[in-house]
Every structure is written in C-alpha cells, then in structure tokens.
C-alpha cells in the first residue's frame, strides 16, 4: 500500500501544469472499507470537506482539495482518538507534498528528527540529517528518482524522494495498518 502512494500521481495533479487538484489525506485497504470508508470520507463530508476517494491495488485513497487539506487532517486525527482498535486499524492518515505545489512540509515538524527537513534540501544534506539522528533508511531507486524509507517513530512511515539531487516529493502515513 505504501508504495502505490509513491507511484499514484495521475489525482495529485495534471500532467500538464504543476496544479494540485487533490491531495491524498487517508489510505485504506479494501478489506477494510466498509469500516474505513464511513471513519474517513464519510467523517470529511459531515464536516464540510470535500472528500472523495480513487482506488487501486486492493487499497483505496481518500482525496481532498487542496485548501481543505489541514482540515481534513485535524478533523481525521481527533477522530482517530476516539475510536476502538478494530476501527483505528482500518486506515491511515496521510500527507504527501510534491515539488511545485507551494506548500511547505509542515506535517513532519512534529517528528523531531525531521524538524530540519524542508522543501529545498539537497539529498546529501538529507543523508547528512539520517545519519546525525542515527535513523535506519531503506533507498529505493525509481529511474531518475531516489526515495529514502524511514520508520523515524513507531507507526509513522516517511518517503522523502529526490531527482537531481533536489527534494522533489515527502509522504508520511502515519497509522496503525503499519506494523510498529
């Protein structure tokens, strides 16, 4: 599931402008959809969001434009805390940033070791970051592409991707579907 969200752009933007037109805010696999889907999309709608959902690979995303995004997120994370176990389970919260769109990562200020990771930081200074903090990383290549798998706390997953050497894409899944 994790990579299909490193791979999954055709909703995150046109292939002809660097317009973001969704933004993937929770993920949920389809054996847990009856769950999930009334927990995420359902919750997003009462409150006003616009949420919608495109799925692939036994998994499904929940989308939503982009200036509901930090609402969406808060609203999805206060629900998380009052749920039971079977439901927390059923999805994860997600926030992925893609150069070009003019945001900034603001979602992984919260995680210590990642405080200093921002939108214009070189890959070396990045790997110079992993190996400070002593953080185990996983490179995964993808033809011009570099992405950097890091567990930095328990049940938070980071994707920092870099082409040409330059931060180009940040996911972060945070949830209880990823194994602690």
């Known amino acids: 599931m994790s990579l299909f969200l490193l791979n999954f752009t055709s909703l995150a933007s046109s292939n002809n402008t660097n317009i973001i037109t969704n933004v993937a805010v929770a993920e949920l696999k389809d054996e847990d ?13 009462k409150h006003g969001i616009m949420a919608c959902g495109a ?22 994370q206060d629900e998380l ?4 176990q ?12 893609q150069k070009g769109n003019g945001r900034a990562l603001y979602f992984l200020k919260d995680i210590p070791c990642l405080r200093q990771v921002t939108p214009d930081i070189s890959e070396s200074d990045f790997l110079d970051i992993l190996k400070r903090q002593k953080i185990d990383y996983t ?34 899944i945070s949830g209880y579907m990823l194994q602690p």
């Open 139 to 172: 490179k995964l290549p993808w033809g011009i592409q570099m992405t950097y798998r890091i567990n930095p706390v328990p049940r938070e997953l980071v994707f920092v991707t870099f082409e040409n050497g330059q931060c180009f894409r940040a996911v972060r």
């Open 55 to 76: 799925g692939l690979s036994g998994g499904m995303t929940i989308f939503v434009p982009p200036n509901q995004e930090k609402q969406a997120h808060k609203i999805l």
């Open 86 to 97: 079977k439901q927390r389970d059923s999805f994860d919260i997600t926030w992925d940033w």
């Open 81 to 84: 805390a009052a749920l039971n």
């Open 33 to 45: 959809s009856d769950t999930a889907l009334p927990l995420t999309a359902g919750v997003l709608i």
